[in-house]
């Protein structure tokens, strides 16, 4: 008999004592599993007879393919199959979220340094890998770009010739992806208003998402010729759109269920090796098991765009703004992935979360031979807030205003309009917000002396110093610096996309009590959903036990597990369908017991602990009485309200649904001998609508936190120049922080609802990624009085050697 283990989570059912509804912090039904170390990850995944896959990637970042050679490879024992680009079955080689232009395999040529040219399977993983690294392929070098001016030049070397996607004609560059401008009134007239004009040139580093669990999955050939696979990811009706016509089968014959994911943060909206693992099943007739190494993962998804800002601000004396003018130059490397619309973001909230009626702004992305880069918390609008926040302080100091009080001044509310006509229709706390952070105690200086005189004598605690255990200062040289930022995010899907998400929702009596199941395909990546939909179930169908099945394809799209937006909407259709299955619930309860009590004709009903009561708090009689046999079920799609695309030559319009505000205090400790920053305190204030699971809004918080102090201090991938070779694709070199470097995070959250959402809620997820790195950035100039325009923020920008 064969045997599987697939990572997949079997349903997750969910009991609970108390109600465990809306608005209480119930803990996560795979907590104590992830903690532990028993949770099935999707790279456990195990098949008794199954191969192993290998990825042969370039060595290069941009070269001519002149010749593939396989045959030593093939001979090798135990090898079952070496696949090129001559073995895709169909002519359909590339695909891509938005433009397909990024291949299976390579054709013709490569164009960054690791993209796929050869898969291998193989009976073990170390086999596979040496049969792959006989794979002779003969490079002829190309001159790489790697910047603008490399990009744009008129004789440049062209990513992609003969491009015929629905941008291409609009962009003034065959290597510019995407190109939005936003222009409101005359920001020229009003620069001419201005008492006071700030300009800066801001560098954005290229930040990866730093996922700890690497990319894997396992693909099953099934009878009917289709394939089955259990993979970790974001996305799955997505990923099999892309998916079937490279494989050249029909959707239906390639069934997804989503394994356990260990992080995910934009990573993984892209293909990694979904396809190749199917191609290698379906050649072999073997399962086939793909999982990346930590070296690999580096090369196997997109990251966080660089960027290039230049900005230039005007103000009044008395603080208010006149006007903004910017360009973002966005680096998307070599293929197109998210770069249409994360320049949509950076364009669009590009001002910030401040009121001002002229602008004059152009955000474009670039097509380059550095590594592919798409969506990542924050999508675009980080970038951005990096440099907008820098600006609000330069001017401040220019007008001898606190940060805060100018920001206050500025801060847009309920009813501003935003730069791209838009106006905001919900609440938009942003003073209040400030006001919060600022006014919370300061912590302690001189944290590390832990006893001794006050001249600093006594002993300390090395813990408490920048360079921590390194034992590097005893605090000499140490100066301490506060600093503010807030940010602004979109939520869910803008510019017209159909935003929409699937739930199943079943209601039946088993073993004497009514229980529920919940259905969907939303990729639980860690953001808490599958503690949420219980939360929902239970909320609107008064039941204790809820089940959520595992995701999979058998259900309709839930969309991305991304852009903050999987709580709003298919929390949307998880309530939506709720409240279906309650009025069917219902409806069996009058067809029943209606003759007995007129309440159930004429009072309001509601579900309620097992129980159908009045508004009135009266029982009329128990779920499983009225369910009996019956089994309810319901599936239904639920969307956002529509918003619509930015103009291309004003970028007007309605094009988000919903925002998100946060801002950060940061306070950090500078050793300015050595270059060494200690973040001392890194405290947050967000508006959330409604906190459906508080523990849960705390967790997303305090790492979105986290994720933005690692940029402003330590993330980087570093790729060389002239080579486009990334330098540093590992976890030694690419440093992330670890709970050593992680401070206090206190919270204040807000639940101001929007009423356009369910529950009021608010997505949560990205926006204090946002305003943490200006903050921290900030408070390490008000340290050092060092200007500090790029991130990370390494000691040589510090000490100046």
């Known amino acids: 008999m064969t045997k599987t283990t697939t990572g997949t989570p079997v349903g997750l059912t969910q009991g609970s004592p108390t109600r465990g509804g809306i608005g209480e912090s119930t803990l996560r039904p795979d907590g104590t599993l992830k903690v532990t170390g028993e949770f099935a990850y999707s790279s456990d995944m195990w098949h008794e007879d199954m191969l192993w896959g290998h990825t042969l990637r370039s060595t290069t970042a941009h070269a001519e393919i002149r010749s593939i050679d ?31 232009d990024t291949p299976a395999l390579a054709h013709g040529r490569v164009r960054h340094h690791g993209e796929p040219v050869a898969l291998v399977a193989a009976d073990h993983p170390e086999t596979a890998r040496r049969a792959a690294a006989k794979i002779r392929v003969d490079y002829a070098e190309l001159p790489v770009v790697t910047d603008e001016a490399s990009a744009t030049a008129p004789d440049a070397v062209l990513l992609h010739e003969g491009r015929d996607d629905h941008h291409s004609a609009h962009v003034p560059h065959p290597n510019v992806v995407h190109r939005q401008p936003v222009v409101r009134g005359d920001a020229a007239a009003a620069a001419a208003r201005a008492d006071v004009i700030v300009r800066g040139s801001y560098v954005f580093g290229m930040q990866d998402q730093a996922f700890l669990g690497p990319e894997s999955g396992l693909a099953v050939p099934a009878e009917d010729g289709g394939v089955d696979l259990y993979v970790a990811t974001q996305w799955l009706h997505s990923d099999r759109g892309q998916m079937a016509p490279v494989l050249g089968l029909p959707e239906e014959k390639i069934r997804m269920t989503l394994s356990g994911v260990g992080g995910a943060f934009g990573g993984r909206e892209d ?49 208010k703004l006149t006007h903004v003018k910017c360009r973002i130059v966005l680096d998307g490397g070599a293929y197109a992935s998210s770069s249409p619309a994360v320049v949509g973001n950076a364009a669009s909230l590009s001002v910030g979360p401040y009121a001002v009626d002229d602008v004059d702004i152009e955000a474009i992305a670039l097509y380059t031979n550095n590594p592919p880069c798409g969506a990542m918390r924050g999508f675009g609008a980080v970038q951005a807030c990096f440099a907008y926040e820098a600006q609000m302080d330069k001017l401040a100091a220019e007008l001898g205003l ?127 959903g599958v503690t949420v939909h219980a939360q929902i179930a239970r909320t609107e169908l008064g039941v204790g036990q809820v089940t959520v099945q595992p995701a999979d ?14 709580t709003y909407v298919t929390g949307g259709a998880v ?10 619930v219902l409806e069996l309860g009058r067809a029943k017991f209606g003759t007995y009590h007129p309440a159930w004709a004429t009072a309001e009903l509601l579900l309620e602990d097992g129980k159908v009561v009045t508004d009135g708090g009266e029982a009329l009689a128990g779920l499983a009485d009225v369910l009996g046999d019956e089994v309810v079920e319901v599936e239904l799609e639920w969307r956002h309200r529509p918003t619509e695309p930015f103009d291309l030559r004003t970028g007007q319009g309605n094009g988000h649904v919903q925002y998100s505000f946060a801002a950060h205090r940061a306070v950090v400790e500078v050793d300015t001998e050595l270059g060494l920053v200690k973040v001392v305190e890194l405290a947050c204030a967000q508006d959330v609508g409604k906190a459906l699971n508080p523990l849960a809004v705390a967790g997303q918080i305090q790492g979105g936190t986290t994720q933005g102090l690692g940029v402003a201090v330590m993330e980087e991938i570093l790729v060389d120049p002239k080579t486009a070779r990334v330098r540093n694709p590992s976890f030694t070199d690419y440093l992330i922080p670890t709970i050593l470097d992680t401070p206090p995070i206190p919270l204040d959250v807000l639940e101001l609802a929007d009423h356009n959402a369910p529950y009021g809620l608010r997505g949560v997820g990205e926006a204090p990624t946002l305003s943490a790195t200006p903050a921290v950035l900030a408070a390490i100039r008000a340290a050092t009085g060092l200007e500090l325009n790029r991130t990370p923020v390494r000691p040589e920008h510090l000490t100046g050697t």
Request: some cysteine.
């Open 70 to 100: 396989v045959a030593e490879a093939l001979a090798t024992p135990g090898v079952y199959a070496v696949l090129t680009h001559d073995d895709l079955p169909t002519a359909v080689k590339n695909y891509g979220l938005e433009i397909k």
């Open 575 to 584: 309530k939506n369908s709720c409240e279906a299955v309650r009025e069917r």
């Open 271 to 319: 293909l990694s090796m979904q396809i190749h693992a199917c191609l290698l099943a379906l050649r072999t007739g073997k399962p086939v098991k793909m999982v990346y190494n930590r070296f690999e993962s580096f090369f196997g998804h997109v990251h966080r765009h660089p960027a290039r800002l230049t900005y230039e601000h005007g103000a009044t004396r008395d603080g």
């Open 402 to 528: 606190h940060p805060v009080e100018f920001r206050r001044i500025n801060a847009m509310e309920q009813g501003t309009l935003l730069p791209t006509g838009q106006p905001c229709d919900s609440p938009a706390p942003v003073a209040e917000l400030l006001r919060r952070v600022k006014s919370r105690p300061l912590p302690p200086e001189r944290q590390w002396l832990v006893a001794g005189p006050a001249s600093g004598a006594g002993p300390v605690d090395l813990r408490a110093l920048p360079g921590g255990l390194s034992n590097t200062t005893h605090g000499e040289g140490v100066v301490r610096g506060v600093g503010y930022a807030v940010g602004l995010k979109n939520v869910g899907f803008s510019e017209g996309f159909d935003d929409y998400s699937t739930a199943r929702v079943r209601m039946e009596v088993i073993n004497g009590e009514a229980v529920a199941t919940v259905h969907t395909a939303m990729a639980e990546v860690g953001q808490g």
């Open 553 to 566: 394809t058998r259900v309709g799209s839930a969309g991305s597990t991304s852009a903050s937006r999987q």
